[in-house]
């Protein structure tokens, strides 16, 4: 009898802490670093999940995902708006912003036959939003990261034969071109302001490090060699400096959230790392690019649960 009553005790025991634990919650909070003052200003916080933010061209607003929608965030009185994204309602968090600031490149997890992996493709709208976004990438999973300077070519990566790596397309869509080939995850890749250089995160070593290849794909250098895990290096406006996530205890590929990470800069002059600060995040923290137009600040989410 009394064993009977203790496993209806363990029962009740483990129902309550995990409903406890379906019940917590995540606040996210959107916010600037300031590299002139070294200081973080928060933008919104909200009992709920958001990600990615890009930095608008003109630097009064950002764009986040949440809940499968894009939004703009005013920085001057923090208000959010709904950006129009036509049929497309299942936006993932990689999407930004072309550098003459008029085209939106969306990644939407689209309603299509599931495969193993993901069914991401890549879209363009005008940047305010509109109701008839243009299919770019016709295989999936594809997931956007990169802009060309001249705005003519999209980076991203993809999963192909059962490997990811990074890819090139026209913005006008047709053939995609692989960049790279090497075994293991290939990730988040930029192009350099002049366009000559891509940035991308890769395990090309055996571990997640950055890396660097000339615009064709040749030429690849490895940039980040520590005991983290370094993932989307962003390079500044200026081509100074590449901000980027570390995971202070090594992920393998994975890029989970709510993990202890740090921002970093890399000085592509002196290639000196600075640990700017440390925090709770991950997954969704600063996956595109997010510098202010100025180059003096930039954009990231940090999560906490209660």
């Given at each position: 009898m009394k064993k009977w009553y203790f496993l209806v005790f363990i029962h009740i025991l483990l129902f309550f802490k995990t409903t406890q634990a379906q019940e917590k919650q995540v606040i996210s909070t959107l916010e600037i670093y300031d590299l002139t003052l070294g200081k973080r200003d928060t933008v919104i916080q909200e009992h709920s999940h958001f990600e990615a933010p890009n930095w608008s061209m003109t630097g009064d607003y950002l764009i986040i995902n949440q809940k499968g929608k894009l939004y703009k965030v005013n920085l001057k009185d923090s208000t959010k708006s709904l950006i129009e994204t036509g049929p497309l309602q299942n936006c993932n968090n990689d999407h930004g912003i072309s550098f003459d600031g008029k085209w939106l490149a969306i990644s939407n997890n689209d309603e299509i036959q599931r495969?193993?992996?993901?069914t991401s493709r890549i879209y363009v709208l005008p940047v305010a939003g509109g109701t008839s976004p243009k299919l770019i990438t016709?295989?999936?999973?594809?997931?956007?990261?990169?802009?060309?300077?001249?705005?003519?070519?999209l980076l991203y990566v993809a999963e192909r034969n059962g490997d990811y790596n990074i890819f090139r397309i026209s913005v006008g869509g047709g053939s995609e071109e692989q960049l790279t080939f090497e075994s293991g995850l290939d990730d988040g890749p930029e192009y350099s302001p002049d366009g000559e250089y891509i940035y991308y995160n890769s395990m090309a070593s055996g571990k997640m490090e950055l890396w660097r290849m000339d615009k064709d794909g040749t030429n690849k250098e490895q940039l980040t060699r520590d005991a983290y895990s370094n993932w989307f290096p962003?390079?500044?406006?200026?081509?100074?400096?590449?901000?980027?996530?570390?995971?202070?205890?090594d992920q393998g590929s994975r890029h989970p959230p709510m993990k202890s990470v740090a921002l970093r800069l890399y000085?592509?002059?002196t290639k000196n790392i600075a640990n700017l600060f440390e925090f709770t995040g991950g997954q969704g923290t600063i996956n595109v690019p997010s510098w202010s137009p100025d180059g003096k600040k930039f954009a990231f989410v940090s999560y906490r649960e209660e």
């Open positions: 495969s193993r992996s993901g016709l295989k999936h999973p594809s997931y956007w990261h990169g802009w060309s300077p001249d705005g003519t070519q962003h390079p500044s406006p200026d081509g100074q400096y590449l901000v980027f996530i570390s995971y202070l205890q000085d592509l002059k």
